[in-house]
């Protein structure tokens, strides 16, 4: 299997529930990266990791829960989540490291859905 | 504070004309850009980029042209095909910071 691999493709979860996100990369790359899309709006980044260390965390609220346990793998833990966090999420990975201004790799997304 | 904008939710255009859609952004210290991408149910995919010292990267039927001083980037698709129907993302980005992407363009190719 090549590329980013994004599971589950599709999620629904209650804001009492507890879910995780996985990402795995096949190609290498020493970055990691989280993409919230919302409808109509420019894709956010939320987290990024660069060779297994979190580099930038951009005031993403304490109920998303990243780890990386390995420059392959990459998650992404929910839990207590609120209605307005339905979206498009997104796990992007680059070969270098942040900052190197390389074009990024995406996965198909987990369309996540809050009741 | 969003620093790239594509301001034109979506275009049609019919096969075999161009496509011409546009990307402005705000900070000067971008240095590369890029043009990505998506199909529906898809993540989005790199299609073209640019880096700041040039002014125009063409690859087959795709050319991005960029205007440092109107801060102004442009993706050109000629001839457009049906297939190129999907949203297309402009993103930049400044040596050593994030990605800034737009809300994308909405493309729709109409045979």
């Known amino acids: 299997e090549t590329g980013v691999t994004q599971t589950p493709r599709h999620l629904v979860m209650g804001m009492t529930n507890k879910k995780s996100l996985k990402c795995e990369q096949h190609l290498g790359h020493n970055a990691m990266y989280w993409y919230k899309q919302s409808a109509k709006k420019p894709l956010e980044l939320m987290f990024v990791?660069?060779?297994?260390?979190?580099?930038e965390n951009n005031s993403v609220p304490s109920r998303f829960s990243p780890e990386c346990p390995n420059s392959s793998h990459l998650f992404l833990h929910l839990h207590t989540l609120q209605p307005e966090d339905s979206a498009l999420y997104l796990c992007a990975s680059s070969e270098g490291q942040v900052g190197s201004s390389e074009k990024l790799f995406f996965g198909s997304g987990t369309q996540l859905s809050v009741l | 504070d969003q620093q790239v904008k594509q301001n034109s939710p979506s275009l049609s255009v019919q096969e075999g004309r161009i496509s011409i859609l546009n990307c402005d952004y705000t900070?000067?210290?971008?240095?590369?850009f890029l043009w990505y991408k998506k199909y529906p149910a898809e993540g989005p995919t790199f299609l073209i980029s640019?880096?700041?010292?040039?002014d125009k990267n063409e690859d087959g039927r795709f050319t991005v042209f960029l205007n440092k001083s109107a801060k102004h980037l442009s993706l050109h698709i000629v001839p457009s095909q049906p297939g190129d129907s999907a949203v297309y993302f402009c993103a930049a980005s400044e040596r050593n910071n994030d990605m800034r992407f737009g809300a994308g363009t909405r493309l729709t190719v109409k045979p």
């Open positions: 640019i880096s700041s010292i040039k």
């Open positions: 990791y660069s060779l297994e260390e979190r580099v």
């Open positions: 900070n000067s210290m971008f240095d590369y």
